[in-house]
């Protein structure tokens, strides 16, 4: 089935430095999620700002892997939205460089999303909710990663998790919601398997909480799941799985694959994905389905009166 996904959010730009190593790279869940939705046969477009000091070169390297840029709007005056990443002692510590301009319910109007899903990623409180609002009113199915709305930092500052109300409220303008387990506490003040019960209890159809090399629980209204992790031949960069598996568990649904299966085949890319650098490490659809089917077998079924009990090993 033919697919086209919109992709709502900063495109970044990341600095890293590990030991003596440092190099800039794109990042962003839409940038991660525009590569992983053309690995899973679909056809993306972003709708982002960025700043006028923004690489001719990082526009056509987008532009000639597939995606479509016709929305992503160069804002004069101001800068591209940048972060450094600084990874010591196992640790990750994130600090905002510089931020672009807020993604608006104007910008959003000027896009076509009747009939097409979209995916809205935000990175550090770009979207508002009345550009979620209106995302919602016009997309068949829309995904929200929450990691924006709970992110705060001044320039130059370290970033940091806060708990607010607006990232509550827009629960309920998504269908499918994905958190990371850092996120889901902060949100929540509960675990990973409560969290996801919690979180889709409050409009979402579907909630997502990974827990890194642990898996992630999956819940719906109904059920309660914890889908493992698939151990990858090696680990060289983790930076960008969680937004490919909220793209591929989002293309996969609107396909029309149930939530395990959609889950599993979102398992198995973000376990292809960290096994290289950058996107290098994200896989076509076939042989992603190859890792799923084996996931697939493992998803454990979990009471939701047994949310905080660790799942079954083995």
């Known amino acids: 089935?033919?697919?086209?996904?919109?992709?709502?959010?900063?495109?970044?730009?990341?600095?890293?430095?590990?030991?003596?190593?440092?190099?800039?790279?794109?990042?962003?869940?839409?940038?991660?999620?525009?590569?992983?939705?053309?690995?899973?046969?679909?056809?993306?477009?972003?709708?982002?700002?960025?700043?006028?000091?923004?690489?001719?070169?990082?526009?056509?390297?987008?532009?000639?892997?597939?995606?479509?840029?016709?929305?992503?709007?160069?804002?004069?005056?101001?800068r591209t939205t940048r972060f450094k990443l600084t990874y010591r002692n196992g640790e990750r510590e994130l600090v905002l460089q510089s931020r672009a301009d807020d993604i608006t319910a104007y910008d959003v109007g000027l896009a076509e999303l009747g009939g097409k899903v979209a995916i809205v990623g935000p990175v550090i409180g770009e979207v508002g909710l009345d550009a979620l609002e209106a995302v919602r009113s016009k997309a068949s199915l829309v995904a929200l990663d929450l990691q924006g709305f709970l992110r705060v930092a001044e320039v130059r500052g370290a970033v940091k998790l806060v708990r607010s109300e607006k990232a509550v409220r827009a629960l309920a303008y998504a269908d499918v919601v994905h958190a990371d387990a850092d996120e889901a506490a902060v949100l929540t003040g509960m675990q990973p398997p409560e969290a996801a019960v919690w979180i889709a209890q409050r409009g979402p159809r579907v909630a997502l909480v990974t827990v890194g090399h642990r898996g992630a629980y999956v819940a719906t209204r109904d059920e309660l799941m914890y889908v493992p992790s698939f151990e990858p031949s090696q680990v060289v960069d983790t930076t960008g799985a969680g937004d490919v598996f909220l793209t591929v568990f989002t293309a996969e649904h609107a396909r029309g694959a149930s939530v395990e299966e959609a889950a599993a085949m979102?398992?198995?890319?973000?376990?292809?994905?960290?096994?290289?650098?950058?996107?290098?490490?994200?896989?076509?659809?076939?042989?992603?389905?190859?890792?799923?089917?084996?996931?697939?077998?493992?998803?454990?079924?979990?009471?939701?009166?047994?949310?905080?009990?660790?799942?079954?090993?083995?």
Request: glycine share 10%.
């Open 1 to 78: 089935m033919s697919l086209d996904v919109v992709l709502v959010g900063h495109i970044v730009i990341d600095t890293v430095v590990r030991g003596r190593r440092r190099w800039q790279s794109l990042g962003g869940t839409v940038v991660y999620g525009a590569f992983a939705a053309l690995r899973s046969e679909a056809r993306p477009l972003i709708l982002s700002k960025v700043g006028e000091d923004f690489p001719d070169e990082y526009f056509l390297f987008l532009s000639r892997s597939g995606i479509d840029l016709t929305h992503v709007r160069v804002a004069r005056g101001s």
């Open 266 to 314: 979102a398992a198995a890319a973000s376990s292809f994905r960290v096994e290289g650098q950058g996107f290098e490490g994200l896989r076509e659809r076939w042989l992603v389905r190859g890792r799923a089917q084996k996931i697939l077998a493992n998803i454990q079924r979990l009471e939701k009166a047994e949310a905080a009990q660790p799942p079954r090993q083995g």
